[in-house]
């Protein structure tokens, strides 16, 4: 009896741009979100911003989620939403708000820009994911980059002690977030665990309504509808892009994606703000995005086991007939 064996496939035909399209959209918009916050943050009070932002996207989301009649996740994915609702959309948020207000923007990215490597170390202690030499190598040359790009924008003299602390923990509740949303998102849709993450973090930041309703009254429009940008897409579109692409890969590769962000940051500064980068930050930027590139490579080895192998009786019917058959 004779088998024909199956066609081998290319690598091409096991890409898919859906995943790799969502991470960009979420580095993209996240980008922008440093240029709205300038504005925003101006008018409105740490827990204030982060209560309009997240009622803005649970209003968006909730929405969008009523009109594809998702419904609710299974029971399994809500230990997850609440993690990544109280620690990634609530209080992430504040520190990183409270946090800027206290230290200049460079410090700041220089500081948070540890949670991707906090996501890669406890995605392999909580998930049980690798550490490959690459994707450790690509994080060590773009937070390298970020370093660059941080002392680029840093002022002098205005990076306070609590104000380095709150960015720190701003940091570790991103990081502990993101882990903590990975495993439900195996019993939810994007949409499903990003609404009701943002949820949670609304109701955590309630508290901050008196806030957000004075605060409201005062702030000029623009900084209002950079508030209001900042839900719909920063939040509402870039979280749920963000979950999409999380669930088709491991979060450290996810974290080190973020990791564009730096280099994205300076070139909208220069084009919408006018603000002429300096070499040094320019530098910094390239070595981000190589960083970038690097961590998320794909080795040839990783390609070619995508290849299906030639069936069994496929290889023993060539075996026989070189009358090389292994027991």
Known sequence: MTTTPAPAATPSAHRDWRAPAA???????????????????????PGALALGRLLTGSVALGTLLLLRREGLPSRAAWPGIMKSGLLWFGLYMVLLNW?????????????????????ALLGARMLGEGLPGRLLAGMAVSFAGAVVVGLSISGHGNASV????????AAVAYAAGVVGQKPALRHGSALQITTFGCLVGTVACLPFSGALISDAADAPLSATLNMVYLGLF???????????????????RMGATTYAVPALVVLMSWLL?????????????????????????????????????????????????QGTERP
């Open 162 to 169: 609590p104000g380095v602390v709150l960015c720190l923990l």
């Open 99 to 119: 946090g800027e207000q206290q230290v200049d923007a460079g410090t700041a990215a220089m500081v948070v820009n540890i949670g991707p490597l906090l996501i």
């Open 273 to 321: 703000l006018d603000e002429v980068p300096a070499p040094l930050a320019v530098g910094g930027g390239l070595l981000c995005l190589a960083g970038v590139a690097v961590s998320r490579a794909r080795t040839q080895t990783g390609l070619t086991r995508k290849i299906p192998a030639q069936p069994v009786e496929g290889r023993r019917h060539d075996a026989e007939r």
């Open 23 to 45: 991470a960009c959209t979420t580095v993209l918009l996240w980008a922008s979100a440093f240029v709205s916050i300038r504005s925003a943050g101006e008018a409105y009070s």
């Open 234 to 252: 920063p939040t509402a579109l870039a979280f749920t892009t963000w979950a999409y692409a999380l669930a088709r890969t491991t979060a450290g």
